[in-house]
């Protein structure tokens, strides 16, 4: 296994400083190759992995490094040497607004790929404000007049599809393992769930580091659970029907 980053080389005479982009693409590759060396099998099964498990272990070392315990553990500031300041810390933390700008885009996304939009007759006028209509659903500013969901997220998304649900899947699903929801979903509560130092601790140790191997990748995946994990979209077309898929986000505002 091997980590490829492509960070961009200082000046001649300067320090390379990592800002937190550079430290969570880091955790998120590093993440890749611990799967690869630790799985059962070789690159083929790696390979045949549905994306939202193939991402799960680097999704979860990419949330894990931007918890702001976590982050006073490895990181330091260029100027004092020590921990970087907790409202620093704080600000590399995924958030509501981390995941509302995710729905956004992904809505604009599904939508454009979905058989509601004509793609092939629309035009470049017709595409935009159907664009800003989906990106709308899941935001609570007003689009401007000059503004364009392509220039976000949503123009990569559009260009890659579908697959970036994978990926807010793989985020909740690591939300899930740090701040260890209850089999129906809910979140502990306050005083029940660890903080600070205690909370670092517990997520670093060879403990919950074991206990998460033994769960994502020390298990074998035969082909009948690979398909099990898989969309039934082969039956949907065989019938014509997508009625019975669930949809990939959640229900839109009723206001």
């Known amino acids: 296994a091997y980590v490829g980053l492509h960070l961009q080389a200082p000046s001649m005479g300067a320090t390379k400083l990592l800002v937190p982009d550079d430290a969570i693409t880091a955790a998120h590759e590093l993440g890749h190759a611990v799967h690869m060396l630790c799985m059962d099998g070789g690159m083929q099964e790696y390979a045949d992995m549905p994306l939202d498990v193939a991402e799960l272990p680097s ?79 899941y935001s609570t500013v007003k689009a401007t007049s000059g503004f364009s969901p392509f220039a976000e997220d949503a123009g990569g998304y559009l260009a890659l599809g579908a697959s970036q649900v994978a990926y807010l899947l793989c985020y909740l699903r690591a939300d899930m393992m740090l701040h260890g929801h209850t089999a129906g979903g809910s979140r502990p509560s306050a005083s029940a769930r660890p903080r600070g130092r205690e909370a670092a601790g517990r997520w670093l140790s060879p403990e919950f580091a074991g206990r998460l191997r033994s769960q994502l990748l020390d298990k074998s995946f035969p082909g009948q659970r690979l398909a099990s994990l898989m969309p039934p979209l082969a039956s949907a077309a065989a019938s014509k029907s997508t009625a019975e898929l669930p949809h990939p986000l959640p229900a839109l505002p009723i206001d």
């Not at 553990?73 to 020590?82: K, T, V």
């Open 59 to 137: 999704v979860f070392m990419e949330v894990l490094a931007t918890q702001p315990n976590v982050v006073e553990e490895y990181a330091r500031h260029h100027a004092s040497g020590g921990p970087p300041p907790d409202t620093l810390s704080r600000t590399v933390q995924q958030g509501p607004q981390f995941f509302a700008r995710k729905l956004q885009n992904l809505s604009v996304s599904l939508g454009l790929h979905s058989e509601e939009f004509d793609a092939a007759s629309a035009t470049p006028a017709e595409l935009q404000s159907a664009a800003v209509e989906m990106w709308q659903r």
